[in-house]
């Protein structure tokens, strides 16, 4: 019995620090920010230099414990543990952000007071300048990653391409993806493709002339155009203005033509009426009458009667 838990020991003993630095090796810098004037605030307002720290795995690994420097001369080898350590600033313990799970980030302050929180550190970084960061296992011996940074222009950062891999690119202001993921996408942005294709600015004032001149020849041409048009339109109104006043015109002389006419028939027509009725009164009067009246006597049974 005791033979087997001195095997577990034993084994414990072999495994669990081979298995923590496996977990270590998945931790990385993934983006580095110098000189921040106008990025990233922390919980008092204040703007400071920062890394991003990500776990590249599917897994959660606590980096507690673990350390970050910016002070190159932790590399000399002859330098005993506690000597490095002392160059080197810890990341609190016992505390819930400094377990990542799979593919989390952790940003952390530097140039800062580590009492302003767990994510403010001491690391120095001076803005404009090159530097050099990395990250120590909780030995202060094992290192698991670095990263040297080029000069950085204020709100740039120097970053991975993507989370874990092994390029590094320089982001615009307007890329910078403090914890969050990173993309190759973003390396350059428009502007500074911009300029670079044409520092003096001589291709896009020509292009800008050249799109002003060419709107103004399409407004030339459309307004010219539709002038045309409502010439046209208008010439063919008082075409037919003209043209009804004639008819209108070619109607009143008709009208009174027939009018005069008109005239002229009904002075014959009421001559042959008075004719006609002058001759029915010839052809229709009587002969003339003495006017005496002669009564003839009649026998009835009234004389009778009378008698």
């Given amino acids: 019995m005791k033979n087997k838990r001195l095997l577990w020991l034993f084994l414990l003993t072999i495994l669990v620090p081979d298995l923590f630095g496996q977990g270590a090796q998945n931790i990385k810098i993934n983006e580095v920010l110098t000189s921040n004037t106008a990025n990233l605030q922390d919980d008092y307002g204040d703007r400071m230099a920062w890394i991003e720290l990500v776990n590249t795995s599917f897994s959660t690994f606590n980096v507690r414990n673990m350390f970050i420097t910016t002070d ?8 005993s543990a506690p000597q490095r350590i002392s160059l080197m ?7 819930k952000m400094t377990e990542l799970s799979g593919k989390q980030h952790l940003l952390l302050f530097l140039n800062s007071n580590p009492a302003k929180g767990i994510n403010h550190l001491n690391a120095k ?21 670095s990263v040297s940074v080029p000069p950085l222009q204020p ?4 970053a991975r391409t993507e989370d874990g891999s092994s390029q590094w690119v320089v982001k615009a202001a307007e890329n910078v993806t403090p914890g969050s993921n990173n993309t190759s996408t973003v390396a350059e942005s428009k502007s500074s493709r911009l300029k670079k294709n044409d520092p003096y600015g001589i291709g896009i004032t ?20 539709f002038g045309s048009y409502m ?21 009143v002389e008709g009208l009174k033509a027939t009018k005069v006419a008109g005239s002229d028939s009904s002075r014959e027509v009421y001559m042959a009426v008075i004719a006609m ?5 010839e052809d229709d009067t009587h002969d003339i009458e003495s006017g005496i009246i002669t009564i003839k006597p009649k026998h009835s049974h009234w004389n009778n009667l009378k008698q």
Avoid at 127 to 144: S, T
């Fill in 72 to 79: 190159r001369s932790v590399l000399d080898k002859s330098m």
């Fill in 89 to 95: 600033c810890p990341i609190p313990a016992h505390e």
């Fill in 125 to 145: 970084l001076t803005a404009g300048q090159a530097g050099w960061v990395a990250l120590y296992d909780g030995n202060g011996i094992d290192l698991i990653d």
């Fill in 155 to 158: 709100n740039t950062s120097f």
């Fill in 206 to 225: 020509v292009l800008s002339m050249g799109i002003v001149f060419t709107c103004l020849l399409l407004l030339y041409a459309v307004f010219r155009i």
């Fill in 231 to 251: 010439k046209r339109k208008q010439a063919e109104k008082e075409a037919e203005q003209k043209q009804r006043r004639k008819e209108k015109e070619k109607t």
């Fill in 277 to 281: 009725a002058i001759k029915q009164y």
